[in-house]
């Protein structure tokens, strides 16, 4: 049975951030609503858009939503197509895929992204073909179903008992102990420790290359 180790990528492997809530900045003033502070925009990373519009704006309409994820979607195309769009890859992310990869895991990404806008992030860093599955917002419903977690298994001939989730938000979480698979919280994102441990993570890494030290301690013992 093959190990498989499966990422959120907002958070977790890149640092967006800032680049979100330019975009989200963006749709807000297009729309005519307020932009929330950073503290809580950041908040909603890891849901599909339209679900982050309703928990951002619960008192617009659901049309207002799909506007406002629409928006987004082109203010960050733009954003992009002027060179303005920053993901940079977290301290020790790399070292953390080879390691996995030398070890014999296979890689698995899950995200409220797009199919485009992950593969402009993975292709900007060179590791877009290390992962064996994608899984987008595009074909699942909306973190924290398992629905992403559980065609990354299929695809990468796995099983529940031999995934890792690896995520920095509580959505994370929560979509990995409903697929039956070992979350493992990234510390080093947008959500705190308690949080994660509270939606159901088994262990809280503070740093990337932490995740590989609770891995060989588990399977060695």
Not at 42 to 51: H, Q
Not at 137 to 158: L, T, W, Y
Request: with cysteine; hydrophobic share 45%.
């Amino acid at each position: 049975m093959n190990r498989l180790a499966i990422f959120d990528c907002d958070g977790t492997l890149v640092d967006s951030g800032a680049t979100i809530h330019a975009a989200l900045a963006e749709a807000f003033a297009e729309n005519g609503f307020e932009l929330p502070p950073p503290e809580v925009s950041r908040r909603i990373i890891g849901l599909s858009l339209t679900e982050a519009m309703a928990v951002l704006v619960p008192d617009a309409s659901a049309d207002e939503h799909v506007k406002l994820s629409d928006d987004y979607k082109r203010a960050f195309q733009q954003l992009r197509a002027e060179g303005r769009v920053e993901e940079p890859l977290f301290a020790g992310v790399l070292e953390l895929l080879d390691a996995l990869e030398a070890d014999g895991w296979l890689l698995a990404v899950a995200t409220g992204k797009s199919d485009r806008g992950l593969r402009h992030c993975l292709e900007s860093h060179g590791i877009h073909a290390r992962f064996v599955s994608l899984q987008t917002a595009d074909r699942h419903p909306s973190k924290p179903h398992p629905s992403m977690v559980e065609q990354a298994i299929v695809e990468a001939g796995s099983s529940p008992e031999a995934t890792i989730v690896v995520g920095d938000t509580s959505f994370d979480m929560a979509m990995g102990a409903a697929a039956g698979a070992a979350p493992i919280g990234a510390g080093w994102g947008y959500h705190e420790a308690e949080e994660l441990i509270a939606a159901g993570a088994v262990a809280v890494a503070e740093q990337p290359l932490d995740v590989l030290a609770l891995v060989r301690s588990h399977v060695h013992g």
